[in-house]
Each structure stands twice: as C-alpha cells, then as structure tokens.
Nanobody, 120 residues
Framework: QVQLVESGGGLVQAGGSLRLSCSAS????????MDWFRQAPGKEREFVAR?????????SYGESVQGRFTISRDDAKNTVYLQMNSLKPEDTAIYYC????????????WGQGTQVTVSS
C-alpha cells in the first residue's frame, strides 16, 4: 500500500521559514517525481514545486514562490523536501505532495497534507 506522509507544517510569523517533508512508502521512490501543491481556503489547488527530470538537475516553481522555496529530495530516505523561506501570509495553505511516474503527467498518489499558517 502506497503512503505519502507530509510533515513539518505549523504556525510561523511572516518572514520566517519552514521545511516540509514528504516521506513515501510502498513505491519505488526513484521512479516517481514527487511534486508539491497547496490549497488555501476557498481557492483552487496551486502548483508549488517539482523536479522536471529524474536526475534532479532542474526544478520548476510556481510564480508566487519562485526565489523563496526550494525543492529537494533524498532517494535514500524516500523523502522529498520543501524549504520555504521569507514566508508571507498568502502562503497560508494546506501543502500536499503528489507522486507521478517520471514522464507522466497524471498523479497516482497524494498525501493527506500538512497545514502551514503564516501570521502577519
């Protein structure tokens, strides 16, 4: 059974930092791109970050987080991370990781999400 478990969310003041983790089990981690999304109350789900290629050499980010967030992954630990710096109140959302096979657009698995709240 595949599980994606996010952690690291919490309450932080504007300008602060958080690092989210998403640990995966039940799948061949190196075969999957692990992407980050977020959803704020009353808003559509928004793309946050992904690696474009399986070698981890190129990442892409949503426009609203570009330059502030950094995605990384540790295949030995079956974990993907999202380092979030210079947080803003508008970053408040539930953050989800999602798994897709490299080269495939469809997401096969989603985590349950972790809440990030940024106070002004």
């Amino acid at each position: 059974q595949v599980q994606l478990v996010e952690s690291g969310g919490g309450l932080v003041q504007a300008g602060g930092s958080l690092r989210l983790s998403c640990s995966a089990s039940g799948l061949t981690f190196s075969s999957y791109g692990m992407d980050w999304f977020r959803q704020a109350p009353g808003k559509e789900r928004e793309f946050v970050a992904r690696f474009t290629f399986s070698n981890g050499g190129m990442a892409s980010y949503g426009e609203s987080v570009q330059g502030r967030f950094t995605i990384s992954r540790d295949d030995a630990k079956n974990t993907v991370y999202l380092q979030m710096n210079s947080l803003k109140p508008e970053d408040t959302a539930i953050y989800y990781c999602a798994a897709r096979k490299w080269g495939v657009a469809r997401y096969e698995y989603w985590g349950q999400g972790t809440q990030v709240t940024v106070s002004s």
